[in-house]
T-cell receptor, first 113, second 113 residues
């Protein structure tokens, strides 16, 4: 059971470079999420997608773009990376009903120099 | 004001004691409340969800919800060193709807033998 798969797990960028974090889930979940986690800040919501074809801004969307490519995949793009975007990024998915549990990927550690 | 507030800790308790973790939220229309546990370097995992006022017990864990006071808590009875982790409170519903799930900054718990 793969669950939620994120790639890459580690990435070092220079200021101004661009990159895309990929996320895929195999649980047939409607909702998908991107969070960032910085020391002492908990998880902050960047963007989320309630269903294929829809995306919404979260708490800290500036500097990011997302694409819900299909029901399985939700990517996060940094067009021009800044040192303030150094963080651990988590993708998560969630089904309708049930406990409302979020299932997380293993995280992607991004460093911007 | 952050939507979900937690005391960052660390909260230090002796083994066998009760650990009490607290969380307040600002959106009075919030409907679903979750506690996640996160070990260092790992992804968060769900330990409790609660939707109605009152207490909900699951093994050594009890979640308490008071919507009038906009307050949710987690009690861990007979605390064990393996409970040492960061506990994240998450809230959704309200103005953001079902799909917008916001986390607090987390409380670090240390259980010492």
């Amino acid at each position: 059971n793969a669950g939620v798969t994120q790639t890459p797990k580690f990435q070092v960028l220079k200021t101004g470079q661009s990159m895309t974090l990929q996320c895929a889930q195999d649980m047939n979940h409607n909702s998908m999420y991107w969070y960032r986690q910085d020391p002492g800040m908990g998880l902050r919501l960047i963007y989320y997608s309630a269903s294929e074809g829809t995306t919404d801004k979260g708490e800290v969307p500036n500097g990011y773009n997302v694409s819900r490519l299909n029901k399985r995949e939700f990517s996060l793009r940094l067009e021009s990376a800044a040192p303030s975007q150094t963080s651990v990024y988590f993708c998560a998915s969630r089904g309708q009903g049930g406990t409302g549990e979020l299932f997380f990927g293993e995280g992607s550690r991004l460093t911007v120099l | 004001q952050k939507e979900v507030e937690q005391n960052s800790g660390p909260l230090s308790v002796p083994e066998g004691a009760i650990a009490s973790l607290n969380c307040t939220y600002s959106d009075r229309g919030s409907q679903s409340f979750f506690w996640y546990r996160q070990y260092s370097g790992k992804s968060p995992e769900l330990i409790m969800s609660i939707y109605s006022n009152g207490d909900k017990e699951d093994g050594r864990f009890t979640a308490q919800l008071n919507k009038a006071s906009q307050y949710v808590s987690l009690l861990i009875r007979d605390s064990q060193p393996s409970d040492s982790a960061t506990y994240l409170c998450a809230v959704n519903g309200g103005s953001g709807g079902y799909n917008k799930l916001i986390f607090g900054a987390g409380t670090r718990l240390a259980v010492h033998p």
